[in-house]
């Protein structure tokens, strides 16, 4: 299994910006998907999940009504639309896959397999 994040950058507060993460060797559609972020000194923590056929999807209150997760199955890609961006939401970004879970779910622990990382800066 293979997770490739893309679409970080540096940004200033109050801009967008869209995260890729492409997977490969695993039938994506059997998956749920979930974003990660991990701020220098902190825990990594839930962003946003969102079902293997799309229907679901779970936010942090601290994005909810900024942040947008979707998938396209055909494609094996799942997209983080982030807006509103603030400097608190600066971290490195992940994509995370879990196979076992009936539903999303928010914790770590749950997600087998991960993406490297992807760098979103926002500047006040």
């Known amino acids: 299994v293979q997770l490739v994040e893309s679409g970080g950058s540096l940004v200033q507060a109050g801009g967008s910006l869209r995260l890729s993460c492409a997977a490969s060797g695993l039938r994506f559609m059997m998956f749920n998907m979930g974003w990660f972020r991990q701020a220098p000194g902190k825990e990594r923590e839930f962003v946003a999940g969102?079902?293997?056929?799309?229907?679901?999807?779970v936010y942090a209150d601290s994005v909810k009504g900024r942040f947008t997760i979707s998938r396209v199955n055909d494609k094996n890609m799942v997209y983080l639309q982030m807006d509103s961006l603030k400097p608190e939401d600066t971290a490195i970004y992940y994509c995370?896959?879990?196979?076992?879970?009936?539903?999303?779910?928010?914790?770590?622990?749950?997600?087998?397999?991960w993406g490297q990382g992807t760098q979103v800066t926002v500047s006040s």
């Open positions: 969102v079902s293997r056929n799309g229907g679901n999807t």
């Open positions: 995370a896959a879990d196979f076992s879970a009936a539903d999303v779910k928010t914790v770590a622990y749950v997600y087998e397999d």
